[in-house]
C-alpha cells in the first residue's frame, strides 16, 4: 500500500473514501454539519472503533466518509490513534476502494494532531493493511486499498521525519510478518537466513550466516543439540549496525545493543514431542527472529546513534534418528554443561549460545524476544508479553519504548529463589524447572548467559500471534516486540 503525508483541502479532496475522526463527546468539525442528524439519532456515537460509511455526504467531494470512533478526547493517545488507523484500513477493504485520505485534522484531536500522532497513523495505516494471504492463490477481489494518504494541518521538517519513521516501522512490521507467516516446509532455517540476507542488501548492514561447521568450531554445542534431530541444518543469523561516525559516534556512547530473536522454524518438541492437537501452531516459533529481521531493516533505515546487533539462531526442533534425548548432556558456547530434560524446552538452548555469541561480540545491552513458554501465556493470557530484567535502568528504558510502541508489556519477576529449579547433580545446570513458574525458571535459565551484562528477556509465546483477529489487526503474526525493539535503540 502507498503512503503519502499532504494538506488537501478535506471538503474538496477526490478520493474513495475520506476517513474522518469524531471523538465521544468532544467538539465536532464544522466540517461535517451534513452528518448532524446522524449524531442526533445516537446513530455516529464517536465511540472507540466505531465506524460508519456513508456515500455521497453534502459538503464532500469524496465518494465516501468514513467516519472512524476515536473514543473520549482526553483518553485518545498514540496506540489508540494507531488502532484506529489499521482499523480504518482493514473497514475500507473489500469494498472496492483504491485511495483513502486519512484526516489526522479536527478540534478534538489537540492530543493526537502532533509529530507522534503522524508516525502512529503511518504505521497504523501499514499494519492495518497487511493480510495473512501470502499463500492464496486466488485473492479476495478489492481486497487491498491502493494508496492512503494522511492530511495534516501541521507543517515542518519535524512532520515529514515523523512521517517516515511511522513508515519505516509500518513497513518493518510488515516485512516480519510476511516472514513469519510462511510455513514451516518453506520458512526452513536457511529459508529464514536466506529472507534476512534478502532483507540487508542495500541497507549496509553487515551479514554474516554462521553455517553448522562454524558452529561445531565455536562450541554452540547447546543450539547443535537442538539442530541434530533435523535434516534442515541449522543456521546462526548475525546482522550488524554501526552508526555513521560522522554523526553521533557510536564510541562515544559505547553502547552497543544485542537483539537477539528465537528463530525455532518449527517445534516439534522433539523426543520429549508435543501432542499432535494444535502442534501446527508451532510454526510460529521463529517469530522473535522475524521481529529482529525486521526491527534490524527499520534500524538501518532509522540510523540510531547506538551500534546495534541483530542476532537469530534458526533451528528446527525435530525427533529425527540422531535427535538429542532426554538425559543428555551439552556443553554450552558459554563453557557451562546442560542436562536436557525435556527436548521442548529448546529455545532457552539455542538462545544461551546466542547470547554467549552476543556478549562476545561485545554488546553492552541485550534483549531478546522468545516465544519461550505456554506458561507465559497461561500467566498473562495474549495481551501482554512477559518482560524479566536483570538491570532497572535498561528496564525503566524498555518499558517507555514499548508504551510509546503501544506494546503491552508485564514485568515479571527474577528472583534467586527460581535458580533452585535447575540444579542438577549432573551438570552445571538443567533446562527445565519444576511445574511451577515456568516462564520464570526459563528466564532464570537464560540469566546464567547473560552474567553481569544489562539483559532483558521478553517471552512472547502469548503476544506473537493472533488466533482471532481484530478490528485493528489480521489474523497471524503481530510482530511483536518490533516497534519496542526499534524504539529502544533510537531513544538512547
Ligand atoms: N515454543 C514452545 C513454547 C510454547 C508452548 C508456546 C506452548 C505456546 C504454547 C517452547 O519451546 C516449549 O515447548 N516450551 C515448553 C517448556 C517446558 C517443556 C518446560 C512449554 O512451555 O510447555
Ligand atoms: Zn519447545
Ligand atoms: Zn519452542
Given at each position: 500500500?502507498?503512503?503519502?503525508?499532504?494538506?488537501?483541502?478535506?471538503?474538496?479532496?477526490?478520493?474513495?473514501?475520506?476517513?474522518?475522526?469524531?471523538?465521544?463527546?468532544?467538539?465536532?468539525?464544522?466540517?461535517?454539519?451534513?452528518?448532524?442528524?446522524?449524531?442526533?439519532?445516537?446513530?455516529?456515537?464517536?465511540?472507540?472503533?466505531?465506524?460508519?460509511?456513508?456515500?455521497?455526504?453534502?459538503?464532500?467531494?469524496?465518494?465516501?466518509?468514513?467516519?472512524?470512533?476515536?473514543?473520549?478526547?482526553?483518553?485518545?493517545?498514540?496506540?489508540?490513534?494507531?488502532?484506529?488507523?489499521?482499523?480504518?484500513?482493514?473497514?475500507?477493504?473489500?469494498?472496492?476502494?483504491?485511495?483513502?485520505?486519512?484526516?489526522?485534522?479536527?478540534?478534538?484531536?489537540?492530543?493526537?494532531?502532533?509529530?507522534?500522532?503522524?508516525?502512529?497513523?503511518?504505521?497504523?495505516?501499514?499494519?492495518?493493511?497487511?493480510?495473512?494471504?501470502?499463500?492464496?492463490?486466488?485473492?479476495?477481489?478489492?481486497?487491498?486499498?491502493?494508496?492512503?494518504?494522511?492530511?495534516?494541518?501541521?507543517?515542518?521538517?519535524?512532520?515529514?521525519?515523523?512521517?517516515?519513521?511511522?513508515?519505516?516501522?509500518?513497513?518493518?512490521?510488515?516485512?516480519?510478518?510476511?516472514?513469519?507467516?510462511?510455513?514451516?516446509?518453506?520458512?526452513?532455517?536457511?529459508?529464514?537466513?536466506?529472507?534476512?540476507r534478502a532483507m540487508v542488501q542495500g541497507t549496509?548492514?553487515?551479514?554474516?550466516?554462521?553455517?553448522?561447521?562454524?558452529?561445531?568450531?565455536?562450541?554452540?554445542?547447546?543450539?547443535?543439540?537442538?539442530?541434530?534431530?533435523?535434516?534442515?541444518?541449522?543456521?546462526?543469523?548475525?546482522?550488524?549496525?554501526?552508526?555513521?561516525?560522522?554523526?553521533?559516534?557510536?564510541?562515544?556512547?559505547?553502547?552497543?545493543?544485542?537483539?537477539?530473536?528465537?528463530?525455532?522454524?518449527?517445534?516439534?518438541?522433539?523426543?520429549?514431542?508435543?501432542?499432535?492437537?494444535?502442534?501446527?501452531?508451532?510454526?510460529?516459533?521463529?517469530?522473535?527472529?522475524?521481529?529482529?529481521?525486521?526491527?534490524?531493516?527499520?534500524?538501518?533505515?532509522?540510523?540510531?546513534?547506538?551500534?546495534?546487533?541483530?542476532?537469530?539462531?534458526?533451528?528446527?526442533?525435530?525427533?529425527?534418528?540422531?535427535?538429542?534425548?532426554?538425559?543428555?548432556?551439552?556443553?554450552?558456547?558459554?563453557?557451562?554443561?546442560?542436562?536436557?530434560?525435556?527436548?521442548d524446552a529448546e529455545g532457552r538452548l539455542i538462545?544461551?549460545?546466542?547470547?554467549?555469541?552476543?556478549?562476545?561480540?561485545?554488546?553492552?545491552?541485550?534483549?531478546?524476544?522468545?516465544?519461550?513458554?505456554?506458561?507465559?501465556?497461561?500467566?498473562?493470557?495474549?495481551?501482554?508479553?512477559?518482560?524479566?530484567?536483570?538491570?532497572?535502568?535498561?528496564?525503566?528504558?524498555?518499558?517507555?519504548?514499548?508504551?510509546?510502541?503501544?506494546?503491552?508489556?508485564?514485568?515479571?519477576?527474577?528472583?534467586?529463589?527460581?535458580?533452585?529449579?535447575?540444579?542438577?547433580?549432573?551438570?552445571?545446570?538443567?533446562?527445565?524447572?519444576?511445574?511451577?513458574?515456568?516462564?520464570?525458571?526459563?528466564?532464570?535459565?537464560?540469566?546464567?548467559?547473560?552474567?553481569?551484562?544489562?539483559?532483558?528477556?521478553?517471552?512472547?509465546?502469548?503476544?506473537?500471534?493472533l488466533d482471532d483477529e481484530k478490528p485493528f489487526?489480521?489474523?497471524?503474526?503481530?510482530?511483536?516486540?518490533?516497534?519496542?525493539?526499534?524504539?529502544?535503540?533510537?531513544?538512547?
Open positions: 500500500m502507498e503512503l503519502k503525508l499532504g494538506r488537501p483541502d478535506l471538503a474538496g479532496v477526490e478520493t474513495d473514501a475520506l476517513v474522518l475522526l469524531e471523538t465521544e463527546g468532544g467538539k465536532r468539525s464544522d466540517l461535517a454539519q451534513a452528518l448532524t442528524p446522524l449524531y442526533e439519532s445516537g446513530e455516529i456515537a464517536g465511540k472507540f472503533l466505531e465506524f460508519t460509511l456513508l456515500h455521497g455526504v453534502q459538503g464532500f467531494k469524496a465518494r465516501r466518509v468514513l467516519v472512524a470512533g476515536a473514543g473520549k478526547p482526553e483518553k485518545l493517545d498514540a496506540t489508540g490513534l494507531r488502532r484506529i488507523a489499521s482499523a480504518a484500513v482493514r473497514h475500507l477493504k473489500g469494498k472496492g476502494v483504491t485511495s483513502a485520505v486519512f484526516a489526522l485534522d479536527g478540534p478534538a484531536l489537540g492530543n493526537v494532531a502532533t509529530e507522534a500522532g503522524v508516525a502512529a497513523v503511518a504505521t497504523g495505516l501499514l499494519a492495518g493493511s497487511w493480510e495473512p494471504d501470502r499463500f492464496k492463490t486466488v485473492k479476495e477481489p478489492g481486497k487491498s486499498v491502493g494508496s492512503v494518504e494522511i492530511a495534516v494541518a501541521l507543517t515542518g521538517e519535524g512532520v515529514e521525519k515523523a512521517f517516515e519513521r511511522g513508515r519505516i516501522i509500518g513497513e518493518a512490521l510488515n516485512l516480519s510478518r510476511d516472514i513469519a507467516v510462511e510455513p514451516p516446509n518453506i520458512l526452513t532455517p536457511t529459508a529464514m537466513a536466506e529472507r534476512a549496509g548492514l553487515s551479514f554474516e550466516v554462521l553455517d553448522r561447521g562454524r558452529m561445531q568450531q565455536l562450541g554452540m554445542g547447546a543450539l547443535l543439540g537442538v539442530a541434530q534431530g533435523s535434516a534442515e541444518p541449522p543456521a546462526f543469523i548475525v546482522m550488524q549496525y554501526k552508526p555513521d561516525k560522522a554523526s553521533g559516534d557510536v564510541h562515544l556512547s559505547g553502547i552497543h545493543l544485542g537483539l537477539i530473536g528465537k528463530g525455532v522454524t518449527f517445534d516439534t518438541g522433539g523426543i520429549s514431542i508435543k501432542p499432535a492437537e494444535g502442534m501446527e501452531k508451532m510454526k510460529y516459533d521463529m517469530c522473535g527472529g522475524a521481529a529482529v529481521i525486521g526491527a534490524m531493516q527499520a534500524i538501518a533505515r532509522l540510523k540510531p546513534n547506538v551500534a546495534v546487533t541483530g542476532i537469530v539462531p534458526a533451528v528446527e526442533n525435530m525427533p529425527g534418528s540422531k535427535a538429542q534425548r532426554p538425559g543428555d548432556i551439552v556443553t554450552s558456547l558459554s563453557g557451562k554443561t546442560i542436562e536436557i530434560l525435556n527436548t538462545l544461551a549460545d546466542a547470547i554467549t555469541y552476543a556478549l562476545q561480540l561485545g554488546c553492552t545491552h541485550l534483549v531478546d524476544a522468545a516465544t519461550l513458554t505456554g506458561a507465559i501465556a497461561v500467566a498473562l493470557g495474549h495481551t501482554s508479553s512477559g518482560v524479566f530484567a536483570s538491570d532497572d535502568a535498561l528496564l525503566e528504558r524498555w518499558m517507555s519504548a514499548a508504551k510509546d510502541a503501544g506494546e503491552k508489556m508485564w514485568h515479571m519477576p527474577l528472583d534467586d529463589e527460581y535458580r533452585d529449579q535447575l540444579k542438577t547433580v549432573y551438570a552445571d545446570i538443567q533446562n527445565i524447572g519444576g511445574r511451577w513458574g515456568g516462564a520464570c525458571s526459563a528466564a532464570m535459565f537464560l540469566k546464567e548467559f547473560s552474567g553481569e551484562t544489562p539483559w532483558i528477556h521478553l517471552d512472547v509465546a502469548g503476544t506473537a500471534w489487526l489480521a489474523k497471524g503474526p503481530t510482530g511483536i516486540p518490533l516497534g519496542s525493539f526499534v524504539n529502544l535503540a533510537m531513544g538512547w
